[in-house]
């Protein structure tokens, strides 16, 4: 093998992984720099990144009857206001947050006894919820959507917390993820627990729960980015209440009853959305890689 | 027998949930096939096969079924080779690696409804930058001339690129010779750099020596090398790239609900979205939920093919 540096070779593999940076990029600068930009800027491509800045009037707030002065302002923050101000946002990312926290905790209070149940005490039929476990693993999850509607709407759920909530309380990927950890916990550490005079219940949550922390970490990163990012369910869930939207449906339908010019306030909007877990995952990407990509340890 | 008591109580909610949530619904969507079930309606009747039938018969199903496995045939290999060859090369780079690999994983972490809208925004024919740029080029000769292949005596009026020039550029996601393989474009920028970052992990795992032993056998170039070592020692990373691109694949719904729905003329019409406008806008569950068994056919099939060949082939270990 040449011991000499090929800098001709180096170079161009630069160049190649460059280019693909750039179309990669592409979609994220273009919502950056719309959130920051006048519609007229929008519309004809100009002003670079951050466009010209120069005072706009928005002409809404003319119209409902305040002074020009006061309607009067720099184009990111007219966009970032109206992202604010026009549709519910702050609601969405609050439903956000409180569905996807739900869901986790829901998925680890349920994964936790089960999967230390499967890998540290014997009962009768073990393997066969075992056998449950890894069948259900097959079941994508698009797969049971509609039957899933059908019993949430025929209960009078739809629109509800609820109707977010329920279908995802049980992570049966959780289960097995957390029984494989279990497995390679050492049986001394409960066999000692168990002589100090703790119960089942107390080992599950004082001595299991502590050893699973990196585990269930990346458990975390897993579980929140699918349900943040998750359009599908909501989508069908909820239909009307816009008070129970989560971030990416309340986007749509920022998109839907879009009029003509208001481009800046809804990639404002989108640029609100995307911003947490980009943001988080740029701070500690080794950890939010070995999250997302946690379905590739099966 | 305390503890035999314990786990009855920490296995029960699970295994209910189970059934209630995951198994039920997949028998019940089974059941729901064989009726013409809506919401609303009192009661509903068993219509047999007729819903297969009809999936077999009316031409937009035919559409979708060509839709999807199109769509499938885009962007799994796209993505695979992709991911491979920007983890081969970033695995060979002396430095700056860890930049482009933040860079190809963000959009597997952005929320894709939200960066599907700014695709929409830079593919839109009027405003967006994609056909500006492209416009652009033509008043510029040595783009023009290289891309109409001008330089090498194509006629250029007979490129694309050339044609393009003369009349328009096309409106991508409004073309129904173009929308589908503009959301195989999004598909793939989306899902490439989670094949990237499984290659990476896999590619770590592989000896050293191999490469040594491969450069004595006479492999003295890194492309002779990646193909007698690197590519064989991937196998059950292949196996599992390709299962888990597939199954995502023939889930495409969120791209396609908020550019396309399916339009135009359902040169999108992809199976989960039809599930969804079937099941949901069009209150027909029975249709729906033979989509769904059919779905569930199809990607059951693609995760045995993937135990089968786990079984099989790919142990080198």
Known sequence: ?298 | MQRSHASIWFVAPAVTLMIILLIAPVMVAGALSFTNYSLGNPSFDWVGLSNYEALLKFSSYKKMFNASLTYVVIVVPLSVALGLGAAVLIQSLRFGGEFYKTIFFLPVMATLLAMAIAWEFALHPIVGVINDSLRYGCDISWMYNFLTGAWYGVDPASSWYGSSCDQFFPLWLGDRQYALGTIAFIGTWQIFGFNMVLYLAGITGIPRELYAAAAVDGADSAWKRFWLVTWPMLGPTHVFVLTITSIRSFQVFDTVEALTRGGPSKSTYMMVYAMYEKGVLHNLLGLGSAITVVFLVFVLAITLTQVYFVNRRVHYS
């Not at chain 1, 600068?29 to 002003?47: A, C, R």
């Not at chain 1, 066999?191 to 729960?209: K, P, Q, T, Y």
């Not at chain 1, 980009?278 to 990407?285: I, K, P, R, S």
């Open chain 1, 1 to 298: 093998m040449n011991a000499h540096v090929n800098w001709f070779g180096e170079t161009m593999k630069h160049a190649f992984l460059l280019l693909c940076s750039i179309i990669v990029i592409l979609p994220f600068y273009l919502m950056l720099s719309y959130s920051f930009k006048s519609p007229v800027e929008i519309e004809t491509n100009t002003g670079g990144f951050f466009g010209a800045q120069e005072m706009m009037v928005d002409s809404k707030c003319v119209k409902s009857g305040r002074p020009e002065a006061e309607c009067t302002m720099r184009p990111i923050i007219y966009n970032y206001t109206a992202a604010f101000s026009e549709a519910p946002l702050l609601r969405y990312l609050l439903n956000g947050v409180i569905v996807t926290l739900s869901i986790f905790f829901i998925q680890v209070l349920v994964a936790l006894p089960c999967a230390y149940a499967l890998s540290k005490l014997r009962f009768w039929g073990r393997d066969a919820v075992f056998g449950m476990v890894l069948f259900c693993l097959l079941i994508p999850v698009h797969a049971i959507a509609l039957p899933l509607y059908v019993m949430l709407a025929n209960l009078g759920l739809t629109n509800t917390y609820a109707a977010l909530i329920i279908p995802w309380t049980i992570s049966v990927f959780g289960i097995f993820l957390m029984r494989q950890f279990f497995m390679t916990v050492p049986d001394d550490l409960i066999d000692a627990a168990r002589m100090d005079g703790m119960s089942e219940f107390a080992i599950v949550w004082r001595v299991m729960l502590p050893t699973a922390i990196p585990a269930l970490l990346a458990f975390a990163i897993f579980s929140v980015v699918a349900h943040w990012n998750d359009y599908y369910w909501p989508r069908i869930v909820i239909t009307g209440d816009r008070d129970l939207m989560t971030p990416p449906l309340g986007l749509r339908m920022f998109k839907s009853d879009l009029d003509g010019d208001e481009y800046g306030p809804m990639m404002a909007a989108a640029t609100v959305i995307v911003t947490p877990l980009v943001v988080a995952f740029l701070l500690a990407q080794r950890r939010f890689i070995e999250g997302i990509t946690l379905s590739g340890m099966k």
